[in-house]
């Protein structure tokens, strides 16, 4: 079975474009996370959905940070204008929710950010 | 508060010894979850185990092995006789069930065997 997939693993770009990040979840699961990285801070939730609506956001940095999820097989974490400080590794991490129990997260194998 | 803290930055043992990593967690909620993550040199992090707060049943699977103690807010993971492959990042994580099962993760112990 396939498992999380995001796309691009790597991206270089200068400060002030704008970056797109994607993820495709585990099918069948209806909870999506997404995750950052850094030495500093270790790691933190940025957002996640619960079948597709965005329940929690308070870890997004800033306005320059949004997230979409249009339908169940595919979300989006965009970040404009990008700048230095977003260099990171991003992960996307799907579950079967918490309907029985909390279930564990399965994750993609991240985006490598540097803005340059 | 909800933390989870993982004092061992880095450990260092030398292969077919025994490791324990150790991750206290901090939470005033009676229900609860734990899991252990591994993140190995190519990045990606993989699930090892779930544990609930009403579980208290220690765990062995294979080489490894869960300790469980809410007495003491610890959930510690053991490696017996480790192997080069086990090299990695370990992460124990704490989640709650009315908050998504977002997780909530501590700052990780870097394991290194050497041959």
């Known amino acids: 079975d396939a498992g999380v997939i995001q796309s691009p693993r790597h991206e270089v770009t200068e400060m002030g474009q704008e970056v797109t990040l994607r993820c495709k979840p585990i099918s069948g699961h209806n909870s999506l996370f997404w995750y950052r990285q850094t030495m500093m801070r270790g790691l933190e939730l940025l957002i996640y959905f619960n079948n597709n609506v965005p329940i929690d956001d308070s870890g997004m940095p800033e306005d320059r940070f949004s997230a979409k999820m249009p339908n169940a097989s595919f979300s989006t974490l965009k970040i404009q204008p990008s700048e230095p400080r977003d260099s990171a590794v991003y992960f996307c991490?799907?579950?079967?929710?918490?309907?029985?129990?909390?279930?564990?997260?399965?994750f993609g194998d991240g985006t490598r950010l540097s803005i340059l | 508060a909800q933390k989870v803290t993982q004092a061992q930055t880095e450990i260092s043992v030398v292969e077919k010894e025994d490791v324990t990593l150790d991750c206290v967690y901090e939470?005033?909620?009676?229900?609860?979850?734990l899991f252990w993550y591994k993140q190995p040199p190519s990045g990606e992090l993989v699930f090892l185990i779930r544990?609930?707060?009403?579980?208290?049943q220690n765990e062995i699977s294979g080489r490894y092995s869960w300790n469980f103690q809410k007495s003491t807010s610890s959930f510690n993971f053991t490696i017996t006789a480790s192997q080069v492959v086990d090299s990695a990042v370990y992460f124990c994580?704490?989640?709650?069930?009315?908050?998504?099962?977002?997780?909530?993760f501590g700052q990780g112990t870097e394991l290194s065997v050497k041959p």
């Open positions: 939470t005033r909620d009676t229900t609860y979850y």
């Open positions: 994580a704490l989640s709650f069930y009315n908050q998504g099962g977002k997780l909530i």
């Open positions: 544990r609930n707060s009403f579980d208290e």
């Open positions: 991490a799907s579950s079967l929710g918490v309907g029985q129990g909390v279930q564990p997260q399965h």
